[in-house]
């Protein structure tokens, strides 16, 4: 099968991180969130600082409007919520090993200009929660931050592949339909759902990586998923255009129906959406 080939070339690329041990028990800890030990996630985090350190000092940049400072991973998870701290803890484990994305000048595709979208699917998703007054914005915010790790996948261990969706992009293709065409029938979704199950991450959050642009395919947190698929919409129309590509990214009426939105509501995010992404990119400095 195509898609076997395609997990076996990010495998044997070389650039694929194994999972260090610290980092690998932190994860089997997340893997069940309402039996979590606690202590012992603060325990096994403390002894990652570089973990450590980077969660404390992103959860202090601003945007998330924490009345006081969060000196430790425990008052992350008092004022947060565990669920989203765990997420944010594996978002936070991805950037750290992943490497950055190299350079080049000859490279179609720009990870740091891509960041933008991700960053932005995670504040439409916010802001779409407050219109309907359902879901936990932090939980949700960090659910965007994953939802594109199949990208991440792409851009660190086969870049030329990604290269060429990219183009495909710039020449008006839809960027769903480019990866098919480029990696065989499959999309980041599934590159990402692999990876996530390789890891042994959390279900809910595989649920929001596979079916991000298929979201009545999700069968667990369903409005999750299709806020976020609303809000990748949103956040790929803004971001292609920043590349000067006018796509059109129809929104599933009945994803909306389902939601309880309406698409005045809708309207009203996408206009307020520049000034909201370019205030927290401002914290995130991108």
Known sequence: MQRERIFHLIEESQFLPELPENISQILNILKEPIHVDIDLLIEKVSKSSELNALMLANL???????????????????YLGMETVQNLLIFYITRQLFPTTNA????????????????????ASCMLASQIKIGDKYKLFSYGLIHDIGIVALDTCLPKLLDEITKKVFNGVHQIIAERIVLGGITHGDIGAWLCRK????????????????????????????????ADVISSEYYERLLGVNLNHDINNKVIESLGLTNEQIQAVIRAFPKELEKVAYYYSI
């Open 104 to 123: 080049n000048c000859q490279r179609t595709f720009n990870m740091r200009k891509y960041w933008k979208h991700v960053l932005g699917t995670s504040v």
């Open 199 to 230: 890891w042994n991450i959390r279900d809910d959050i595989t649920n929001i990586v596979e079916f991000h642009h298929l979201p009545f395919s999700a069968k667990a947190n369903a409005k999750e998923v299709q806020l976020i698929y609303i």
């Open 60 to 78: 202090n940049s601003g945007y998330f409007q924490l009345k006081k400072e969060i000196k430790t991973i425990k008052e992350a998870i008092v």
